[in-house]
């Protein structure tokens, strides 16, 4: 995962060690937009993830696992300076205790004054203010299997891909609940990221395409 820090001189990425798997530790990286080499800001465990808003917030957050895998902590950085304060603890649903390696659901309002979580991929959503710590529950009941959470470019709604039993789709969910969806696949890897306009959206998606041959008197 990679994105541009609020100040636009640099990218923030995040780099894993293949040959080391869970083992080793994520880079969190920045990289001058000018070129030259990257600098490490510090490492976080596997399966954490990075975020920032839009100028002219400068919040950049990091979103990790506890040991126990019961709860997912925020807490800011500085692309410079690294870490800084703890914002805020969501519980994590019984399923990453089984199985950790499944990504976190978070994300960072445009404007830099709000989180989105989700306690798993099945929900629900809690959107926390970070100025008075009000949180906000929306349970969308179309979730089965939620894979990206993110904010919609106006900060009024929040889009996410879902994963269902006959492929995958994009949800766009209103601040009050209000779900549409605005587009199906019929594969279960289907991800989307809105444009910072705000009227466009980049969807991955792929389908496998495969022969199958019939052998006799192998």
């Given at each position: 995962m990679a994105g541009v820090s609020p100040d636009g001189k640099s990218v923030i990425a995040q780099v894993r060690s293949i040959p080391g798997g869970n083992s080793v530790p994520v880079e969190l990286m920045r990289?001058?937009?000018?070129?030259?080499?990257?600098?490490l800001i510090f490492s976080m465990p596997e399966w954490s993830s990075s975020n920032?808003?839009?100028?002219?917030?400068?919040?950049?957050a990091v979103g990790e696992q506890t040991g126990d895998h019961k709860q997912m902590?925020?807490?800011s950085f500085d692309p410079v300076k690294g870490r800084g304060t703890e914002l805020a603890r969501f519980d994590l649903?019984?399923?990453?205790?089984t199985n950790p390696n499944n990504s976190l659901l978070w994300s960072i309002s445009p404007d830099g004054t709000r989180l989105v979580a989700a306690q798993g991929p099945e929900g629900p959503l809690q959107i926390l203010t970070l100025r008075d710590h009000q949180i906000q529950v929306i349970r969308a009941t179309e979730l089965i299997h939620m894979r990206i959470l993110q904010w919609t470019a106006d900060g009024k709604g929040l889009i996410f891909s879902n994963v269902t039993n006959s492929g995958s789709e994009i949800f766009h969910v209103g601040l009050k609940g209000n779900a549409k969806v605005l587009w199906k696949s019929n594969s279960g890897n289907c991800y989307v990221l809105p444009s910072p306009d705000g009227r466009h959206l980049a969807i991955y998606d792929w389908k496998l395409s495969?022969?199958?041959?019939?052998?006799?008197?192998?």
């Open positions: 990289v001058p937009l000018t070129g030259g080499s990257p600098e920032c808003a839009r100028p002219p917030s400068t919040l950049c902590i925020i807490t649903s019984p399923e990453y205790q495969a022969n199958i041959w019939m052998m006799e008197n192998f």
